[in-house]
T-cell receptor, first 112, second 113 residues
């Protein structure tokens, strides 16, 4: 069993839709939770970062962490064609320095 | 502020050869980590260097090695290339605060024939 499971998609939605992206994990040592966005032929870029259970909002993006269920989500409101990319959940334990465990990524397409 | 720079961007090698990839981190960043990205396995951690010392290593064979220089620039080397080594190799740098926020380069795409 992989430490992090992420639905690979692809996910296709109309512009303006609410998008929900999810990951589950098995290692309770993970303490830091991140979402990265990767455009085609580019390196991943950090979207959201949190270290506690609950919600964190940044503009149209909301990250949700439920440590008891080992479940993390990213919600995108009012999705735009520019949001079309691969979204990767990423987790790290407290002693891992920069050793980050990534999900395999969900490819999202927002159709105008 | 310049981002993470990786060279070369694309390269083609044949089985049995070796390859060296280079990474220049963001100015002031002393931590450099390397990841392998493939369609099947996603992003997998290779190793991390901080102040010229390897601080963490992933589950890759000894054919994969790396080093970091005093100016924080890093290189990774893969010897005796196999077809399965074909991948996008991403370098990431991080600042002093241990948050897990990584700044990635655009990667070096290696094709092994």
């Amino acid at each position: 069993q992989k430490e992090v499971e992420q639905d690979p998609g692809p996910l296709s939605v109309p512009e303006g839709a609410i998008v929900s992206l999810n990951c589950t994990y098995s290692n309770s040592a993970f303490q830091y939770f991140m979402w990265y966005r990767q455009y085609s032929r580019k390196g991943p870029e950090l979207l959201m970062y949190t270290y506690s259970s609950g919600n964190k909002e940044d503009g149209r993006f909301t990250a949700q962490v439920d440590k008891s269920s080992k479940y993390i989500s990213l919600f995108i409101r009012d999705s735009q064609p520019s949001d079309s990319a691969t979204y990767l959940c990423a987790l790290r334990d407290s002693g891992g320095y920069q050793k980050v465990t990534f999900g395999t990524g969900t490819k999202l397409q927002v159709i105008p | 502020k310049a981002g993470v720079t990786q060279t070369p961007r694309y390269l083609i090698k044949t089985r049995g050869q070796q390859v060296t990839l280079s990474c220049s981190p963001i100015s002031g960043h002393r931590s450099v980590s390397w990841y392998q990205q493939t369609p099947g396995q996603g992003l997998q951690f290779l190793f991390e260097y901080f102040s010229e010392t390897q601080r963490n290593k992933g589950n890759f064979p000894g054919r994969f090695s790396g080093r970091q220089f005093s100016n924080s620039r890093s290189e990774m080397n893969v010897s005796t290339l196999e077809l399965g080594d074909s991948a996008l190799y991403l370098c990431a740098s991080a600042g002093l605060i241990n948050t897990g926020e990584l700044f990635f380069g655009e990667g070096s795409r290696l094709t092994v024939l």
